[in-house]
């Protein structure tokens, strides 16, 4: 992890008439950073990440993603970073090899590069075998550490994970988690979501929000020392209980 700012938010929000989704929130990501965003249901992330990835203009503040603001670059962003959210975003009628073929292409890497980051893609997951068969044969457990491969395929600056690991057994996640921190080591910024709190005590840092605002945001052993708490479950309980709203 370098001291380098990926991701930069000051005073970021957004809002849908009355409503305040995101409420002048304000953070800075560094380059190789494992960070999590955790919030329950409502509580405004899935709004913040919208932003930060491009997809959706704040209404106020400021934000750089990648060296990018969110409201004039938003296109370079989208090809800055890589994405991966809790369905795998995988083409389940495609090969193994046709995926990361396809969004090589997207990206606009070359054919050698294609060819060569697919091999060693195949590599690293053992799937070599399973090159040519359609995607949805796969056992969940291997779509998803595809699903992750194709996400940082293209080598993007940051990923974001959207609650990646939902539905799949302990070791499994544990496996994922180790191809995170591999991803993290080569420079490449983990900005994930999840509702696993012993995941949250993977991360270098983890924001919590409620309602809107970010009302932690530290490392998980500080966050447990603050709020004298024995686990993330614990810290993330307590501040959740303070949540007004019901759902969004």
């Known amino acids: 992890?370098?001291?380098?700012?990926?991701?930069?938010?000051?005073?970021?929000?957004?809002?849908?008439?009355?409503?305040?989704a995101v409420n002048e929130i304000s953070f800075e990501v560094c380059r190789g950073e494992i960070f999590g965003f955790l919030g329950a249901n409502g509580a405004g992330k899935t709004t913040a990440m919208r932003m930060l990835c491009g997809l959706s203009l704040p209404s106020s503040g400021e934000a750089t993603v990648a060296g990018f603001d969110v409201y004039r670059e938003n296109e370079k962003i989208k090809k800055s970073i890589g994405y991966m959210s809790q369905k795998f975003s995988l083409y389940e009628d495609l090969t193994v090899k046709e995926n990361m073929r396809f969004y090589g292409g997207i990206y606009g890497k070359s054919d050698a590069f294609i060819k060569q980051k697919t091999a060693s893609v195949l590599e690293q997951l053992h799937l070599q075998k399973e090159a040519n068969k359609l995607v949805r044969s796969l056992p969940l457990g291997w779509k998803q550490k595809l699903a992750f491969s194709v996400a940082i395929f293209h080598e993007p600056v940051i990923v974001f994970l959207d609650e990646p690991t939902g539905g799949v057994d302990p070791v499994t996640r544990r496996e994922f988690w180790h191809m995170i921190y591999q991803a993290a080591e080569n420079g490449i910024t983990i900005f994930v979501t999840t509702h696993y709190m012993d995941e949250a005590e993977y991360c270098n840092r983890v924001s919590i929000m409620v309602d809107g605002n970010i009302e932690a945001l530290d490392t998980p052993s500080a966050l447990k020392q603050i709020y004298q708490s024995a686990s993330m479950d614990e810290v993330f309980l307590k501040l959740a209980r303070k949540a007004t709203r019901a759902d969004g």
């Not at 992890?1 to 305040?20: C, P, Q, W």
């Open 1 to 20: 992890m370098t001291n380098e700012k990926i991701i930069t938010a000051d005073k970021l929000s957004k809002r849908f008439g009355d409503f305040v």
